[in-house]
């Protein structure tokens, strides 16, 4: 397992070429979370991007971090995609990779419809040159039932992202 200190970060060669990463939305589960812990240790992952994590109740909420990174950013209808294009522009890079529920639908996405919402985002992701990394539906072989496609994982232009699937593996969360 790849271990982030401050020494690689100032220094990217020490970054190693492969990460095996997951992205998982646990719709604020404990039993998730848990599970979830057991599933990085049994499958070796370097990075999980997490959505709707397990978070104490105050205000605002907390969620647990290790030594890695962690944010946390709960938008709301006054801090829409203003907030968000400010959040692109500070940490968008060639070498990004952003997990994020967007609860925006774009066919881009494999949602079955695009909605405004989508089509604003669509439109923010390429200002901000950043790809959508989710794979077509023709390119999945399992997609857990009750997906909402609305997931996404997001990559700057010198990321390559060679394989992007559902686990098998129950996540017990009612979001795949």
């Known amino acids: 397992m790849f271990n982030l ?14 990460l095996k990463c997951l992205q998982i939305n646990l719709q604020h589960s404990c039993l998730a979370s848990a599970s979830l812990a057991q599933v990085v240790l ?5 990075v999980v991007l997490i959505q709707e994590p397990y978070a104490l ?9 290790s030594q890695c990174f962690s944010a946390f950013h709960m938008l709301s209808d006054d801090h829409a995609y203003g907030t968000v294009s400010a959040i692109l522009d500070a940490i968008a890079s060639p070498f990004v990779v952003i997990g994020t529920d967007v609860n925006a639908k774009s066919m881009l996405w494999n949602c079955r419809c695009n909605e405004k919402r989508g089509e604003e985002l669509e439109k923010l992701l390429t200002s901000s040159n950043l790809n959508v990394a989710n794979r ?3 390119e999945l072989d399992f997609v857990p039932g009750n997906t909402s ?5 997001l990559s700057g232009d010198q990321v390559k992202i060679l394989c992007l699937l559902f686990l098998a593996i129950p996540s017990l969360s009612d979001n795949p």
């Open 57 to 65: 109740l105050t205000c605002p909420p907390v969620v647990a971090t």
């Open 149 to 153: 496609f609305v997931d996404l994982t």
């Open 136 to 138: 077509s539906l023709a």
């Open 42 to 46: 049994d499958l070796d992952i370097d």
């Open 5 to 18: 200190s401050q020494n690689s970060l100032s220094n990217p060669v020490n970054f190693p070429n492969r």
